[in-house]
C-alpha cells in the first residue's frame, strides 16, 4: 500500500462553527473538500503518531464514504490504531465515551446533527480532542486557518474496510478495529444509573415512548431500554439509524417531533415521552400532558441527580449556556455550589468538567451531560429522569410543579427565523448592538431595562476570552431577551431570540407560556425590528 502525497487547492469556507464543519452534502463531494478538511485538521494537531483515532458518525448520506477517506488519512498520517464503530455508526456521546475509554489521541464526528440528511442535504465533520469533547477554539481556529493554505493532503492506496464486520484488519502501517458501537456506552449507562429500579418502574406499568426519529440512538435506546430495562418492544420508535432520517428533520422539538408531543398531550399518553436527535446528543423530555423546556429539565435533573448512584455525592457545580434560562441557577444557589455561564457550544464545557468545577452541564438546545463524556448526551438525560421518577414515583407534572413552587419558574421560549439573507440577520444584530447604550433604564410598556451587554466569556480555567456571544437585554426582576445568530446552519443565517420570564415562588406559576412571554415578545420586535429587517413578521420555529 503506498501513502500518497495529493497537490490541492484550498476551499474558502471551511470554518467550523459551533459544532464543526457543516455543509450540504454536494459541497463536501466536491473531489478533495472532505480531504482538505480532514488534512488541516492533522496538520493542526501534535504527537499522534502511533496513537489512537476514533471515527464514527451518526450513519446520515455520505457517512460511510467520508468514513473510509478519512481511515485511509489517517493511516496515511501516523495513527497506529483506528476504531471505528461497527457499520460508521457511533453517537456523538458514545464517541466521546470510546475516546475516554480507549485513551485515544481523539476523534473525528461525521455528524450534522439535528439538520436533515439525504444526497442534498446536511453533512458534517467534527473533530474532538482526548478528553472527549469538540476542539476547544483555540484548535478549531488552526484548522481553520490552515485550511486557507493547504496545498496537498496524505492518503493511502488502500482497499475500503468492512464496516460491517467487528474486528482487526490492517490499514498500510495502521490497525483499524471495527467496534460494537453500543457495548461501552451501554455498559456506562449501567455504572451511572439504578436499572433495577428503573425495571422495577417499568415493571410497575409505567409505560414510554420514545422516538429516535430513525438516526443514531435508535440502537443505543433499544438496547437499554428494551432488552435491558424491560421496556415492552415498540418503546423505541423509528428505531434503524436511515441515510435520510426517513425524510424528517431529526430535532427533537415540538415542530419535528410533533406526533410525540400530540400523543403525550393525548387522553391515553404514555406516563413519559422522550425523542433523540440526528447524533444522539439532544434529547426532548414530556411527561403526560406537560413539555418540560430543555432549560428546566437540566434545573429538574441537578435538582435531583443525588437520587441516581452516579451522582449520589452531590454535585461539584453546574455550568448552562448564556441563553440558557436562569433556572438551573436558583437550583445552584440552593445547593450552595457555583453555577456558570458560558456561550453557546458544549466545546466551552469541557475545561469546567475536566476540571471538576462543574459536574452537569446543559443548553437551550436540548443538550443536557454531565461529567461522564465530554459532550451532551440525549439518552443520559432520558435514563436520568427514569431514575429520578423511578425513586420518586411520582409524574413529571407532579415533579415540574413541585419544582416551581419552591424555586419560581423562568417561562421560556426560542424563536427562529431561519434561512433569512445573511446581509439582513447581520443587520438585526449589528442594529440591536449599536443601542445597547441607550437601553438600560428604557421602559418598553411596562418592563424596565436594567442592563445590556454583548456577552462575553472569560474562561476561568484556562483564561482564554471570547467575544461577541450574543446579545442580552436584560429587565428588573429576572426576565430576560437575547439575541444571537446560529453557528449551525447551513443556508442563509439563523436568528435566534430567547425570550425568558421570570415568576417568583408563590407567583402565577401555571400559566400558558405564551400567554406568559407576549409582552417580552413584542418588546423583542421593538427592540430588534426583525420585520423591518428581513421582512419576516413570523418565527418558523418557536420551541
Ligand atoms: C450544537 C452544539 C451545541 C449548541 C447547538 C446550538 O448542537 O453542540 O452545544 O448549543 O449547536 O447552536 P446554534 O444555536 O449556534 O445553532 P448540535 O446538537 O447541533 O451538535
Not at 328 to 342: M, Q, S, Y
Request: aromatic residues 8%.
Amino acid at each position: 500500500m503506498t501513502i500518497r502525497e495529493v497537490a490541492t487547492t484550498p476551499f474558502p469556507d471551511q470554518k467550523p462553527g459551533t459544532s464543526g464543519l457543516r455543509k450540504k452534502v454536494p459541497v463536501f463531494q466536491q473531489t478533495g473538500y472532505a480531504e482538505n478538511f480532514i488534512q488541516s485538521i492533522f496538520d493542526s494537531l501534535e504527537g499522534f503518531a502511533g496513537r489512537t483515532l476514533v471515527i464514527g458518525g451518526d450513519g446520515r448520506f455520505h457517512n460511510r464514504a467520508v468514513i473510509q477517506t478519512a481511515i485511509r488519512m489517517a493511516a496515511a498520517n501516523g495513527f497506529g490504531t483506528i476504531l471505528v464503530g461497527r457499520g460508521g455508526i457511533l453517537s456523538t456521546p458514545a464517541a466521546s465515551h470510546v475516546i475516554r475509554l480507549h485513551g485515544a489521541f481523539g476523534g473525528i464526528i461525521l455528524s450534522a446533527s439535528h439538520n436533515p440528511g439525504g444526497p442534498t442535504e446536511d453533512f458534517g465533520i467534527k473533530y474532538n480532542i482526548a478528553n472527549g469533547g469538540p476542539a476547544p477554539e483555540r484548535i478549531t481556529d488552526a484548522i481553520f486557518a490552515r485550511s486557507r493554505t493547504i496545498d496537498r493532503y496524505r492518503i493511502l492506496d488502500a482497499a475500503d474496510v468492512d464496516l460491517d464486520c467487528d474486528g482487526e484488519t490492517r490499514v498500510g502501517d495502521a490497525i483499524v478495529w471495527v467496534i460494537d458501537p453500543v457495548a461501552d456506552y451501554t455498559a456506562l449507562m449501567e455504572e451511572l444509573f439504578d436499572f433495577a429500579a428503573i425495571r422495577a418502574l417499568i415493571g410497575s406499568g409505567f409505560r414510554i415512548a420514545f422516538d429516535a426519529m430513525s438516526a443514531v440512538t435508535g440502537p443505543y435506546a433499544t438496547e437499554i431500554l428494551e432488552q435491558r430495562l424491560g421496556a415492552p418492544k415498540g418503546t423505541v420508535r423509528n428505531g434503524l439509524p436511515l441515510p435520510d432520517f426517513g425524510g424528517h428533520h431529526p430535532d427533537p422539538n415540538l415542530v419535528h417531533a410533533r406526533a410525540l408531543y400530540d400523543e403525550m398531550m393525548g387522553p391515553e399518553a404514555p406516563d413519559f415521552g422522550a425523542a433523540s436527535d440526528g447524533d444522539g446528543d439532544r434529547n426532548l423530555i414530556i411527561g403526560k400532558g406537560i413539555f418540560v423546556t430543555p432549560s428546566d429539565s437540566l434545573a429538574m435533573l441537578a435538582a435531583n441527580a443525588h437520587l441516581a448512584p452516579g451522582y449520589a455525592r452531590g454535585l461539584a457545580g453546574i455550568a448552562r449556556s448564556m441563553p440558557t434560562s436562569g433556572a438551573a441557577d436558583r437550583v445552584a444557589e440552593a445547593l450552595g455550589i457555583p453555577l456558570f455561564e458560558t456561550p453557546t457550544g458544549w466545546k466551552f464545557f469541557g475545561n469546567l468538567l475536566d476540571a471538576g468545577q462543574a459536574t452537569i452541564c446543559g443548553e437551550e438546545s436540548a443538550g443536557t451531560g454531565s461529567n461522564h463524556v465530554r459532550e451532551t448526551d440525549g439518552l443520559w438525560a432520558v435514563l436520568l429522569w427514569l431514575n429520578i421518577l423511578a425513586a420518586r414515583r411520582q409524574s413529571v407534572q407532579t415533579i415540574a410543579t413541585e419544582h416551581w413552587a419552591r424555586f419560581g419558574r423562568n417561562y421560556y421560549a426560542r424563536h427562529d427565523y431561519e434561512g433569512v439573507d445573511t446581509i439582513a440577520a447581520d443587520a438585526v444584530i449589528a442594529s440591536v448592538r449599536g443601542r445597547l447604550a441607550d437601553l438600560p433604564g428604557a421602559t418598553i410598556d411596562a418592563l424596565r431595562i436594567e442592563a445590556a451587554d454583548d456577552f462575553a466569556y472569560h474562561d476561568p480555567v484556562d483564561g482564554s476570552q471570547s467575544h461577541g456571544q450574543g446579545i442580552r437585554i436584560l429587565f428588573e426582576g429576572g426576565s430576560r431577551i437575547v439575541f444571537r445568530l446560529s453557528g449551525t446552519g447551513t443556508s442563509g443565517a439563523t436568528i435566534r431570540v430567547y425570550i425568558e420570564r421570570f415568576e417568583p415562588a408563590g407567583g402565577d406559576l401555571g400559566r400558558a407560556t405564551g400567554d406568559a412571554i407576549a409582552d417580552l415578545v413584542a418588546a423583542a420586535e421593538a427592540i430588534a425590528d426583525i420585520a423591518g429587517h428581513t421582512g419576516r413578521t413570523v418565527p418558523d420555529v418557536v420551541t
